[in-house]
């Protein structure tokens, strides 16, 4: 189809612009996109312009959010970070890769990319190219699970089973932890279990602190995971948690926290709350010098090749790239059946 991206004018306005392919410079290989997946966190952040960085410049020396002081450079071009493709072209210099190897990394919804070499990684063998869509979304739910420090027999809640969601209750089970998912969609719940969660928990039903405090004798969770984004479903999380226990904030919060009183359960009970981000140097601070977003990442795949994780199930939407204005607006309805969505080039 040529060299195409994804281009976002403004607030929901999206298309696929052609463009001209980059020189192949040394070092570089040249990779022609396979699938690219769709981020429900933070692209749709983006396509609803209601992301930070649209109304605030980022600061990278002071580390803090500023006042804009030109407008959204928009168009964006080439947004995304779920991607696998094929090498059709190598520098001469370079000898760890080769065309025809399939290759997995983050490029953005575009048909064709030049990297360096070192910026995609090969794809287990035997294993389906699609699965490689999950590196990025499973690389920040390990890295939730490695900030919530998490212990074999602990009782583990993890609040909001979207992608990110199911794969940090995978990952949960698998460390060990007695993993209490919750979510109010019934089939999101349902994949929950079927990954090894012990409970589930509707919340258009029930409590999830109830839920958690009754299967722990009244002690509540050691740990929470919110990954949902929601200040409800933080709040809720707080509440559920035991006292001096963890709660890592992993969603991506927009808008003011009207529903997060910090004044009640989280001050009480003296709960430790932490942030996980998957672009930091490190998933915990205690665990610089043996973890890096890189070990990270490679470490989920690694699970999904040994067939401890499969995440195949979650692809609920395969779509041709042409329509990727369609697969937007899918995710922005936020239905329940829809889970991964990827476009194919």
């Given at each position: 189809m040529g060299n195409w991206v994804v281009s976002l004018a403004g607030p929901r306005r999206i298309s696929l612009e052609p463009c001209p392919p980059d020189p192949l410079g040394p070092?570089?290989?040249?990779?022609r996109t396979c699938y690219s997946g769709?981020?429900?966190g933070t692209e749709l952040t983006l396509y609803r312009g209601s992301n930070p960085r649209l109304s605030k410049d980022w600061d990278d020396t002071a580390r803090m959010f500023v006042p804009r002081q030109t407008p959204v450079p928009y168009p964006l071009i080439g947004f995304g970070?779920?991607?696998?493709?094929?090498?059709?072209?190598?520098?001469?210099e370079v000898t760890d890769r080769q065309p025809g190897q399939l290759v997995w990394g983050i490029w953005g919804h575009r048909a064709e990319a030049v990297l360096a070499a070192d910026a995609v990684r090969p794809l287990p063998t035997g294993l389906d190219p699609l699965a490689a869509v999950?590196?990025?979304?499973?690389?920040i739910a390990l890295t939730a699970?490695?900030?919530?420090?998490?212990?074999?027999?602990?009782?583990v809640g993890v609040f909001g089973q979207g992608v990110i969601g199911l794969l940090a209750?995978?990952?949960a089970v698998l460390s060990g932890a007695r993993v209490v998912a919750v979510d109010r969609m019934p089939d999101r719940l349902a994949h929950a279990a079927r990954y090894g969660a012990r409970t589930t928990v509707d919340v258009a039903v029930e409590s999830a602190a109830a839920v958690l405090r009754r299967a722990t004798g009244g002690r509540g969770a050691d740990v929470c995971l919110e990954l949902s984004g929601a200040y409800p479903a933080l709040h809720e999380a707080i509440r559920s948690t035991a006292h001096a226990g963890r709660v890592v904030a992993a969603g991506f919060y927009q808008g003011q926290a009207d529903a997060l009183g910090l004044g009640e359960e989280f001050h009480h009970n003296r709960i430790q709350l932490v942030a996980a981000q998957v672009s930091g140097p490190t998933p915990a601070p205690?665990?610089?010098?043996?973890?890096?977003?890189?070990r990270v990442a490679q470490t989920f795949m690694d699970l999904v090749a040994e067939h401890s994780l499969d995440p195949m199930p979650l692809v609920s939407h395969i779509v041709d790239a042409s329509a990727v204005a369609d697969a937007l607006a899918l995710l922005d309805r936020g239905a329940g059946d829809v889970?991964?969505?990827?476009?194919?080039f």
């Open positions: 070092g570089q290989v040249r990779v769709i981020s429900a970070y779920e991607e696998v493709g094929e090498i059709v072209e190598v520098a001469p999950f590196a990025r979304p499973g690389a699970v490695l900030a919530g420090d998490l212990h074999l027999g602990d009782w209750t995978r990952l205690s665990m610089a010098g043996r973890w890096t977003g890189d889970l991964q969505v990827v476009l194919r």
